[in-house]
T-cell receptor
Framework: QQQVKQSPQSLIVQKGGISIINCAYE??????FPWYQQFPGKGPALLIA?????SEKKEGRFTISFNKSAKQFSLHIMDSQPGDSATYFC?????????????FGKGTRLSVIA | ETGVTQSPTHLIKTRGQQVTLRCSSQ?????VSWYQQALGQGPQFIFQ???????GRGNFPPRFSGLQFPNYSSELNVNALELDDSALYLC???????????FGEGSRLTVL
């Protein structure tokens, strides 16, 4: 059973446009929701993360929107640039009591074209 | 500050062989997690080591085993290799079990 579902599988965005990637999860016990960015030949790197006590977190051009009742969260990349072309993974994590390992979505391959 | 380093970066094995992958954790980190990333997929949790003890395991058979050493570096061993074991193996270190994960660049294993 897939614990976190990510969509779309791939995304093509014009330079300067907004990239939106969505994730949905089942278990409300998770308390940490990070997004990772992975370039070819590299390991995943933490991009931005949110906890369920806030509905939005913004860092530069990257924003996470979190809907606790719908059990969904999304990554928005504003003013997308060719350098943002990478694979993005959402993940879910339980850091509190009874912590569990990080569980990743299947990834979204983003291509930003000029 | 040295990041997570993994070796080897690439290797090719044949079915039935055994492989050992190595990981040096980031300075100050006492926890190492191993993930398997098949082509086009997200990383899948194999197991975690904390203070030299296995602390959680994903849905992987016993032929996947590991070690953590007193300096917190770690090894992943896979016995009786199968074609489906071909993947990128990622090591991530963290400070404590629920801490932020910092990934290495991975070891790409090809099983023929």
């Amino acid at each position: 059973q897939q614990q976190v579902k990510q969509s779309p599988q791939s995304l093509i965005v014009q330079k300067g446009g907004i990239s939106i990637i969505n994730c949905a999860y089942e278990n409300t016990a998770f308390d940490y929701f990070p997004w990772y960015q992975q370039f070819p030949g590299k390991g995943p790197a933490l991009l931005i993360a949110i906890r369920p006590d806030v509905s939005e977190k913004k860092e530069g051009r990257f924003t996470i929107s979190f809907n606790k009742s719908a059990k969904q969260f999304s990554l928005h990349i504003m003013d997308s640039q060719p350098g943002d072309s990478a694979t993005y993974f959402c993940a879910i994590h339980r850091r509190g009591s009874g912590n569990t390992p990080l569980v990743f979505g299947k990834g979204t391959r983003l291509s930003v074209i000029a | 500050e040295t990041g997570v380093t993994q070796s080897p970066t690439h290797l090719i094995k044949t079915r039935g062989q055994q492989v050992t992958l190595r990981c040096s954790s980031q300075s100050g980190h006492n926890t190492v997690s191993w993930y398997q990333q098949a082509l086009g997929q997200g990383p899948q949790f194999i197991f975690q080591y904390y203070r030299e003890e296995e602390n959680g395991r994903g849905n992987f058979p016993p032929r996947f085993s590991g070690l953590q050493f007193p300096n917190y570096s770690s090894e992943l061993n896979v016995n009786a290799l199968e074609l489906d074991d071909s993947a990128l193996y990622l090591c991530a270190s963290s400070f404590e079990r629920a801490g932020e994960l910092f990934f290495g660049e991975g070891s790409r294993l090809t099983v023929l």
